[in-house]
């Protein structure tokens, strides 16, 4: 069985990584989208709800698994059986980031490679950043995200107001 990892912080989950694991999942028997677990600043939704939004995001999906791991993302490819590890690149810094990311996963374990899926066109513009600043400043943010992160980002900037330091507002305000 070919199994490939998908990793990512997932915070929020947004249609560009819809579009890629469901993309994978057309490509390879079994796609395990791993949200990193652990505590970091700057991050908008704890591990345990960005899990939570994934899972529903992908709910009913045959051969997909959501799962949150720590540590380095290509040992625990190696740990759940994972041949590779599949990326989505949408604009060309973002190639650069990922062939450096690559190379030194390859130099930890030869054994797991790295398949880049370039995302639809209509995504190109999407980052979990992007969707969190729109919605840090009100903005509708439906086109880009599921219904129920939707919601969980509306509830978070209500609690949160307009006087936090999680999203830096930079440039879609001016």
Known sequence: MTVVLF????????YGHVNIAKRAAGLFEKVIIAVYAREQDNILFSP????NLVQETFRGQENIEVVAYSGLTVQFAKKVGAQAIVRGLRVFSDFEYEFRMALA???LEPSVDVIALITNE??????STTVR????????????????VQEALR?????????????PLTSLRD
């Open 133 to 148: 600043e729109i919605a840090a400043l009100g903005g509708d943010v439906s086109s880009m995200v599921p219904d129920h």
């Open 155 to 167: 509830k978070r900037f209500q609690v949160l107001g307009t006087d936090q330091n999680i999203v």
């Open 122 to 127: 209509e995504h190109t513009f999407l980052s």
């Open 7 to 14: 990793p990512g912080t997932f915070d929020p989950v947004h």
């Open 105 to 107: 996963n390859h130099r």
């Open 48 to 51: 345990q709800e960005r899990l």
